[in-house]
Every structure is written in C-alpha cells, then in structure tokens.
C-alpha cells in the first residue's frame, strides 16, 4: 500500500511563492510516474506537471515558467515549486502516483489514471 502526504499549502499574496511537498509512504517500485493536480472550487481537477523516475517532466502549458516540479529520492519526496501566484492559482493541490514506467501523456495524463492520490492541500492567493 501506497500513502501520499501532502504539505506546504497555505495563504499567500500575489506575486508570491510557495512550495508544496508529497511524502511517499509505503510499498514503492523503481518505475513510477507521479504529478500534481490542482481543483479550484467549482472547476473540474486538471493536471499541472509530471515526472516520472527517470526524471522526465511534463508541465500544463498555461503554468510553464511558473512552477517547477522536482524530486528527492532518497527522501521520496515530490515538490512543486510555485512562483509569481495569481488567485487563479488558488485551489486544492494533490499529488498522485502511479506505477509506470513513464509518465504516458504527461501532463495532459487524466486523474483516473492515477492509482494513488494524497488528500491535498489547500492553496490561497490573495489579490
């Protein structure tokens, strides 16, 4: 069994950053691919970046340049590194894993492909 824990969410004023992190907890393999989503409220959950265990990254076009999304290994830690927010950033971030050998699609990958999710946290950017 996989848990993912995400952390880092909180209140910010625009223009400012934040960086979340996911925990991976539990059974894991070598191969994996893991991404970030985000839900606002009322809005449908949508991708915002991937990387998979070799490294690779895939990012939402809309949020290229402004987020950066790494990894620790050893730590099995996930990061999104979030720059210049705008209250449209603002929203419920989950991380999400699935065992893959790459993440297939990228960014654009659905959230039912996924078979891990964290309970998210919350992301406030004010005006």
């Known amino acids: 069994q996989v848990q993912l824990v995400e952390s880092g969410g909180g209140p910010v004023q625009a223009g400012g950053s934040l960086r979340l992190s996911c925990a991976v907890f539990?059974?894991?393999?070598?191969?994996?691919?893991m991404g970030w989503f985000r839900q606002a409220a009322g809005k449908e959950r949508e991708g915002v970046a991937t990387i998979d265990s070799d490294g690779s990254t895939s990012y939402a076009d809309s949020l290229k340049g402004r987020f950066t999304i790494s990894q620790d290994k050893e730590k099995k830690i996930l990061y999104l590194q979030m720059f210049n927010l705008t209250p449209e950033d603002s929203g419920m971030y989950y991380c999400?894993?699935?065992?893959?050998?790459?993440?297939?699609?990228?960014?654009?990958?659905?959230?039912?492909?996924?078979?891990?999710w964290g309970q998210g946290t919350q992301v406030t950017v004010s005006a």
């Open positions: 539990g059974n894991t393999y070598s191969s994996y691919c």
């Open positions: 999400a894993a699935e065992y893959l050998s790459y993440c297939i699609g990228g960014a654009a990958r659905k959230s039912e492909e996924y078979k891990y």
